[in-house]
């Protein structure tokens, strides 16, 4: 398990949210506990599936290769979500970006971002970072630095779009 402070990641002050102190959390699937994984599992189903009506094989293959990332706050709730994997031999990727409902609007978004692309930079150091965004956060990832490389197609009738 890894276990450090956003601001470590982000060589930068300390930074505080909300009063929170934020942290993060790297684990692959057999690092976590039962709990941990079934409450994974219960947010990304209740955003993905629920939330954004769209029945599908959430659980997924991945699952099992993929670094977890979690956003907890100072209390240790936790707060945000993402998934990080290899996606080819020049490429990884993350998805699965997701802030627990009560913590939306304070910007832990983009902390979860920051946090998601320096964890992925240190896990895959020598491959580009390509994603499958969401269209309508097309300028959200591009505030990072992601680029459009495809036009927007559907993905489980959402409209999306590759960035690197």
């Keep these: 398990m890894i276990h450090i402070c956003v601001s470590t990641l982000l060589d930068v002050e300390p930074i505080f949210l909300g009063g929170f102190n934020m942290n993060v959390e790297v684990k692959i699937l057999n690092e976590m506990t039962a709990q941990?994984?079934?409450?994974?599992?219960?947010?990304?189903?209740?955003v993905f599936v629920v939330e954004q009506e769209c029945p599908y094989q959430e659980i997924d293959?991945?699952?099992?290769?993929?670094?977890?990332?979690?956003?907890?706050?100072?209390?240790?709730?936790?707060?945000?979500?993402?998934?990080m994997l290899a996606?080819?031999?020049?490429?990884?990727t993350f998805g699965r970006v997701l802030?627990?409902?009560?913590?939306?609007?304070?910007k832990y978004g983009r902390q979860l971002v920051q946090a998601t692309i320096g964890e992925?930079?240190?896990?895959?150091?020598?491959?580009?970072?390509?994603?499958?965004?969401?269209?309508?956060?097309?300028?959200?990832?591009a505030s990072f630095g992601f680029k459009p490389i495809s036009d927007v197609y559907l993905e489980d009738n959402i409209p999306h779009l590759d960035m690197v």
């Design 36 to 46: 941990e994984w079934c409450r994974l599992a219960e947010e990304r189903i209740k």
């Design 61 to 83: 293959e991945q699952d099992y290769q993929a670094h977890h990332l979690m956003l907890k706050n100072d209390q240790g709730d936790l707060v945000g979500y993402t998934r």
């Design 87 to 92: 996606k080819d031999d020049a490429h990884a």
């Design 99 to 106: 802030v627990l409902k009560q913590f939306r609007g304070h």
């Design 120 to 141: 992925t930079k240190r896990l895959f150091p020598d491959k580009v970072i390509q994603i499958q965004a969401q269209a309508y956060l097309k300028e959200f990832y």
